[in-house]
């Protein structure tokens, strides 16, 4: 089955202690993104990847952090959370860069930072 | 990419059809409309898209009006499993955006009932 996995999907930690969020998925898309999803914000894009070893900011990168060393995997790294990075994260793939407007979302990984 | 507008609730009856509308007056001639829907706190899911032709899917038909201004989203038979924020999107094909990312606004909570 074609999909966008998300590990964990839940996590409550507390401020500084540094983890991960991994993503990926098995469409062998090129394009892949993280989002955060906040009441009354929507949805905001933090990093974005063209392609593998391609990495950029989007609208909100403070205190993260990715790579892109295989197509399939996408990690979010937050190395000293906080707990304005409270939040519900997406991470999202496509075809390729220029075929963006279909995108395919993973299930969500809700983080709590105490 | 053109500011649409959606009405922030609707209600629809079980088995009935459930029609969203969406205003995007300043839509331009290369923007296409894109419907996703987030069913609570899971991940955005793609439903359909066009550019000015009615178009249907398994999921859902669009109608977009002659003067592209307007459309609406049609569900033929709702179910309580519909029930979910629709949101509409306008964007040229292919990506405007350098950063592909999608830009979701309030969109519309419909509640199916039974």
Redesign the interface.
């Given at each position: 089955e074609a999909q966008v996995t998300q590990n964990p999907r839940y996590l409550i930690t507390v401020t500084g202690k540094k983890l991960t969020v991994t993503c990926s998925q098995n469409m062998n898309h090129e394009y892949m993104s993280w989002y955060r999803q906040d009441p009354g914000l929507g949805l905001r894009q933090i990093y974005y990847s063209m392609n593998v070893e391609v990495t950029d900011k989007g609208d909100v990168p403070e205190g993260y952090k990715v790579s892109r060393k295989e197509k399939r995997n996408f990690p979010l790294i937050l190395e000293s959370p906080s707990p304005n990075q409270t939040s519900l994260y997406f991470c999202a793939s496509s075809f390729d860069a220029v075929s963006t407007d279909t995108q395919y979302f993973g299930p969500g990984t809700r983080l709590t930072v105490l | 990419d053109a500011k649409t507008t959606q009405p922030t609730s609707m209600d629809c009856a079980e088995g009935r059809a459930a029609n969203l509308p969406c205003n995007h007056s300043t839509i331009s001639g290369n923007e296409?409309v894109?419907w996703y829907r987030q069913i609570h706190?899971?991940?955005?899911?793609?439903i359909i898209?066009g550019l000015k032709n009615n178009e249907t899917n398994e999921m859902a038909s669009l109608i977009i009006t002659e003067d592209r201004k307007s459309s609406t989203l049609i569900l033929p038979h709702a179910t309580l499993r519909d029930t979910a924020v629709y949101y509409c999107i306008v964007?040229v094909?292919?990506?405007s955006?350098n950063?592909?990312?999608?830009?979701?606004?309030?969109g519309t909570t419909l509640q199916v009932k039974p």
């Open positions: - | 296409y894109y706190s899971q991940g955005p899911q793609y898209h964007r094909w292919r990506g955006s950063t592909g990312k999608l830009i979701f606004g309030q």
